[in-house]
């Protein structure tokens, strides 16, 4: 069964690789969205398996915008992975309080993104 995957992110360039390489390397079915507002009318109508969701992004950042998705009993089950340019080792403790399944750093590899959702979404699952 092919998978839905939401990909939010303010950059035009980065949702388009994305998708991209998604539906190259899995043919899944793949939607976008440009900001946190549209994320979470998107996520509450469409019911993605997972949200690739990027942290900096102007009005509502992706802290907000998980926030609101994990509120809404519509969409709280939807599994969360987290896109950010700012990976550090002292970022570690600030993305452990977040309810999210796995963090990706930018800049991603398009063509191994499937592989990577697909390892978090099979640990997921397994940890049930």
């Known amino acids: 069964m092919s998978k839905c995957v939401l990909i939010v992110d303010d950059e035009e360039d980065v949702r388009a690789i994305a998708q991209m390489g998604l539906e190259m390397t899995a043919d899944w079915n793949v939607l976008t969205a440009s900001c946190g507002q549209e994320a979470l009318i998107m996520a509450e109508t469409n019911q993605p398996d997972v949200i690739l969701l990027d942290m900096m992004m102007p009005d509502m950042d992706g802290r907000a915008t ?26 570690g403790e600030n993305f452990a309080e977040l309810d999210v399944a796995a963090v990706f750093a930018k800049p991603f590899r398009p063509l191994q993104l499937a592989e990577q959702i697909n390892a978090v979404l099979v640990l997921l699952e397994t940890s049930k």
Do not use: E, F, Y
């Open 66 to 91: 998980l926030q609101q998705l994990k509120a809404c009993p519509g969409t709280r089950h939807i599994s969360v992975i987290l896109v950010t340019a700012k990976v550090q080792q002292s970022d």
